[in-house]
């Protein structure tokens, strides 16, 4: 699994146009200990995000943070799944169990 930032990020911060395709994108910073979980559950887990139905981006807000504050984005780690271009689901925080039901019920 990898982690990019696509520039379909910046073009939503600085646009307000949504995603085109089915994206997980997933907002944390280095600092955040359950933003790290995240990020390993992920690489490790990878039967639970299948390529083939989402793409997963990671923003570091620290790095992007004109792009967390065009989001809305206030707590961490904060993961918002945009299908058909646009928000269908926002979830705060991480809870393994929590996460995979949430990805299961938003595709």
């Not at 910073?29 to 990878?46: D, M, R, T």
């Not at 793409?55 to 058909?84: C, G, M, Q, R």
Request: charged share 25%; net charge positive; aromatic share 12%.
């Amino acid at each position: 699994m990898k982690y990019i930032i696509l520039s379909t990020i910046l073009l939503l911060s600085i646009t307000g146009k949504t995603c085109a395709d089915n994206q997980l994108m997933i907002f944390g910073a280095a600092w955040c200990g359950p933003c790290q979980s995240l990020k390993k559950f992920i690489k490790e887990s990878p039967d639970s995000f299948p390529d083939s139905y989402i793409k997963i981006e990671y923003l570091d807000i620290d790095k992007f943070p004109d792009v967390a504050s065009k989001l809305n984005i206030k707590s961490l780690p904060t993961s918002i799944i945009y299908k058909d271009g646009k928000l269908k689901s926002r979830k705060i925080g991480f809870q393994k169990t929590d996460y995979i039901k949430w990805i299961q019920d938003n595709k």
